[in-house]
């Protein structure tokens, strides 16, 4: 149980385009969804934390409209980057939880990620 | 804001030998959790310790946790070529997501 699903698992877009990036909970309800991105050989930085039916919480330095997100369903969240440049080339990865607000006790679970490369 | 500090960044050792790898984080935690990440693919989630437990086993791995000096170490007995990858710890306190450290990169030669 507890599957987190990404598509693409990769993408290549041309610089100025739009890339959506989906990330589903295929056996459960994410109350709560965060986006991550990690650049090569670095570590996973959080991008943003989205509750089901209201609007993300931007991490400091991280542009909320160039980074849209949707978190419109219990089992969907998507990541758009828009007017991408070739800096945004990056493997961003989401993570669901079933538990809103309180405790994170319980780990979040992770999808494969995904791979963006802007050309 | 990135809270766990692992080290060593970079660890090479024989295949059969032992990988001990450590995190240290700032503040106080829920919990501590390391999770494995082979070369462009996701993360695969390896143990949690809670803060009030110390010690714990899972298979070849060995996970400690100090509270007192924020701190905690993976060991990995008798290395396999297939545990070469990235490591990271990762905390939550409070209401926070998991905040990762910046890994330790592990290379077991055959």
């Known amino acids: 149980g507890a599957v987190v699903s990404q598509h693409p698992s990769w993408v290549i877009c041309k610089s100025g385009t739009s890339v959506k990036i989906e990330c589903r909970s295929l056996d459960f309800q994410a109350t709560t969804m965060f986006w991550y991105r990690q650049f090569p050989k670095q570590s996973l930085m959080l991008m943003a934390t989205s509750n089901e039916g209201s609007k993300a919480t931007y991490e400091q330095g991280v542009e909320k409209d160039k ?5 419109a369903s219990l089992t969907l969240s998507t990541l758009t980057v828009t007017s991408a440049h070739p800096e945004d080339s990056s493997f961003y990865i989401c993570s669901a939880s079933d538990r809103g607000g309180g405790s994170w006790i319980s780990e979040q679970y992770f999808g494969p990620g995904t ?5 | ?8 960044q970079a660890l090479s050792i024989q295949e059969g030998e032992n990988a001990t790898m450590n995190c240290s984080y700032k503040t106080s935690i829920n919990n501590l959790q390391w999770y494995r990440q082979n070369s462009g693919r996701g993360l695969v989630h390896l143990i949690l310790i809670r803060s009030n437990e110390r010690e ?7 996970v400690t946790l100090d509270t007192s000096k924020k701190s905690s170490s993976l060991l990995i007995t008798a290395s396999r070529a297939a545990d070469t990858a990235s490591y990271f710890c990762a905390t939550t306190s409070g209401n926070t997501p998991l905040v990762f450290g910046k890994g330790t990169r592990l290379s077991v030669i055959a």
Do not use: M
């Not at chain 1, 791979?115 to 050309?119: K, N």
């Not at chain 2, 804001?1 to 060593?8: A, K, L, N, T």
């Open chain 2, 56 to 62: 714990k086993h899972s298979g070849r791995l060995r």
């Open chain 1, 115 to 119: 791979r963006l490369t802007v050309t």
């Open chain 1, 67 to 71: 980074f849209l997100i949707n978190h």
């Open chain 2, 1 to 8: 804001s990135q809270q766990g500090e692992e080290d060593p």
